[in-house]
């Protein structure tokens, strides 16, 4: 791996990396994220998302890289995805992460294909241990392993709210 990502925290979004603008753009190859953060800083504001990386109506694009014992203190405790945001996941693999809801990925409203990557014991503490995908969202995946993934309530791997939409290619 080239780059590493490591121990980082924000109080709200992102403990690695926060997309605001909807023009963002993050291209992340042979890159670790490990340990980052969103919520529970002191002082931190209620409702913190996307532990590794939180895109809001961005691009983002993962490919050879690995996401361990990321957390957020809500959603997405590897990736959260809100907004129109579009994410193509490859060759990634997801260890270790928790979050409340979509313990490694949350997307919602959001377009997401995820091809040749591994799901191994993400933990969400109320739905979609490995992924969870709300409503008006787009989800293809090929090619992927989930294991050991777990969800206290519903969706051991992955957790589809209403209205989401999955296609898996043949």
Request: aromatic fraction near 10%.
């Amino acid at each position: 791996f080239r780059y590493r990502l490591y121990r980082n925290r924000a109080g709200f979004q992102g403990g690695g990396i926060h997309l605001a603008a909807e023009s963002s753009l993050l291209v992340a190859s042979n890159t670790r994220f490990i340990e980052n953060k969103a919520g529970g800083i002191e002082g931190g504001i209620a409702g913190s998302f996307g532990g590794g990386i939180s895109a809001n109506g961005a691009t983002v694009i993962i490919s050879m890289s690995e996401f361990t014992g990321n957390k957020a203190d809500e959603e997405g405790g590897g990736i959260l995805a809100v907004s129109s945001s579009f994410v193509d996941i490859s060759t990634t693999k997801f260890s270790d992460n928790d979050a409340p809801f979509g313990g490694a990925v949350s997307v919602w409203e959001s377009v997401a294909t995820i091809t040749h990557s591994q799901f191994n014991s993400n933990k969400a503490e109320v739905y979609g241990g490995g992924i969870i995908v709300g409503s008006a969202t787009s989800l293809a995946i090929s090619d992927t392993d989930f294991n050991s993934n777990e969800a206290a309530g519903s969706g051991g791997a992955i957790f589809m709210n209403d209205f989401g939409n999955t296609d898996e290619p043949s």
